[in-house]
């Protein structure tokens, strides 16, 4: 285009040289009917350009037209190339946390709200669905309006409503469901149905700058281990769209246990992120505490027999014993806790192993709210290290591990691409990996 523009400016100063050079002045002809704002409108010229130069009629149009063209290819190029970013609203009311974001593109997140339950349920050391549904209904316009604002945008700048529908505690995730559908219908916008694990899967995404691009080129076939308060899943991820389930706990969920065990050793809620501080001053190999790998293939995991190995160590085997951890000091509290983490990382990490063997993986996804844990990320990162090609570890970053809206925009855009979209007889589901 530059060479281009080039000869045109040539032509232009051979024509202030040589006025009677008939080509040039036909150049000059084309270049005033563009300055009239006439260049695209080929249908004005041919008498006009027969009254300028009688003889040169035809060379005069093509030259004419040549310009048009040569000036409407520049006015093209030169434009900036605005594509228009798809800005989706992520809603996410699946347990504790009422939460909205606007991401635009899947990946440039203009806002995050989230308002946490925490300070509810602590006393309760767990989550309490009442109490968790009406603090949703309190707090979902706020948390959506300040999203919006906070995103400086309004409802024409959203290309379509995503939320968390399963699973979840449904009359946590009636609330989010209400409020998205309620949206679509007034706005006018597609609404768009959001699984909550597959959504965690997706904010390990959130790691990579150029995910879609690395992921064709060498990432996959990837493993995916989602280890949330509720849930402890490894799938098979080939999409953001279809990841496949390989396993799944068959109790206890990974988040649940640390809760449990929390509670147990009388540190605050939620437990994950006490025993991770506690067992900071610990020995991870104090005390042996089991881990149930259910049989050599099994990708499935199986939580509660660790939780109750911590509970008899603490109450004694009959649990008639009294409590020993009132009486224990803080080295002894923080060797269990230690000793309790090293074994469930041990178990996420075998089977995550087990899974990436079994499916020939090249990379591995980590995410949920356990996916916050140092020691966890920090073993899975040497597991990925050391093997035999290395695996690449994406980790959600840690904002992003526990409950968000973000992870919900983010696969909501997938969704929009592929025109995934639900409709206002959308329901919330307990259940569903
Ligand atoms: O994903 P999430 O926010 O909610 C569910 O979808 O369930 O996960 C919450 C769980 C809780 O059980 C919490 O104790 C655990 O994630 N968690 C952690 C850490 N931070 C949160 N577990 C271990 N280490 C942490 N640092
Ligand atoms: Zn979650």
């Known amino acids: 285009m530059i060479a281009l523009l080039k000869c045109f400016y040539k032509s232009y100063q051979i024509n202030k ?26 249908g004005v010229s041919p008498r006009s350009v027969q009254r300028h130069n009688k003889k040169h009629t035809f060379r005069g149009y093509t030259a004419y037209a040549a310009i048009s063209l040569l000036l409407a290819l520049l006015s093209l190029t030169s434009a900036p190339m605005q594509t228009k970013a798809i800005n989706i609203l992520g809603i996410e009311t699946s347990c504790d946390e009422t939460a909205a974001a606007v991401v ?45 604002e906070q995103a400086g945008v309004n409802k024409d700048n959203i290309d379509a409503i995503a939320v968390a529908n399963q699973p979840g505690l449904t009359i946590a995730l009636v609330v989010g469901v209400t409020a998205a559908k309620t949206l679509s219908l007034a706005w006018d916008k597609p609404l768009i149905a959001i699984n909550h694990l597959h959504a965690h899967l997706q904010s390990a995404m959130l790691a990579e700058e150029d995910l879609q691009h690395r992921q064709v080129s060498c990432g996959l076939p990837a493993v995916a281990l989602i280890v949330s308060g509720g849930h402890t899943c490894l799938y098979d991820y080939h999409s953001p769209l279809e990841p496949k389930l390989l396993g799944s706990t068959i109790d206890d969920a990974a988040g649940e246990a640390f809760d449990k065990v929390a509670n147990i050793l009388k540190l605050s809620y939620p437990g994950g992120p006490s025993i991770e501080k506690t067992a900071k001053n610990g020995n991870p190999n104090a005390i042996k505490f089991p881990r149930s790998m259910l049989g050599r293939d099994s990708l499935d995991f199986s939580f509660s027999g660790i939780k109750t190995a911590v509970l008899y160590y603490c109450r004694g085997q009959d649990m008639k014993g009294e409590d020993k951890v009132d009486s224990m000091n803080e080295q002894e509290i923080a060797d269990i806790a230690a000793s309790f983490q ?53 980790v959600a970053p840690k904002q992003y591990c526990t409950d968000n809206a973000v992870m ?9 691409k592929a025109k995934l979209f639900a409709d206002l007889t959308l329901e919330p589901k307990a259940t569903g990996l």
């Open 104 to 148: 635009a593109d899947g990946r440039i997140v203009k806002s995050s709200i989230v308002a946490s339950q925490t300070k509810l349920h602590e006393k309760y050391g767990g989550v309490v669905p009442e109490i968790a549904s009406r603090a949703h209904i309190e707090k979902i316009y706020p948390v959506i309006t300040e999203a919006m």
């Open 342 to 394: 090293a074994a469930v990382v041990d178990v996420l990490v075998k089977k995550t192993q087990r899974a990436t063997k079994k499916i020939g993986a090249k990379t591995i996804l980590l995410g949920g709210g356990v996916a916050a844990n140092s020691t966890l990320r920090e073993t899975l990162q040497k597991m990925c290290d050391s093997a035999v090609p290395p695996k690449k570890l994406l």
């Open 17 to 42: 040289i040589h006025p009677k050079n008939s080509f040039s002045r036909k150049v000059i002809f084309g270049l005033n009917k563009f300055k009239k704002g006439n260049f695209l409108n080929f």
């Open 408 to 416: 919900v925009a983010s696969l909501g855009y997938h969704k929009f």
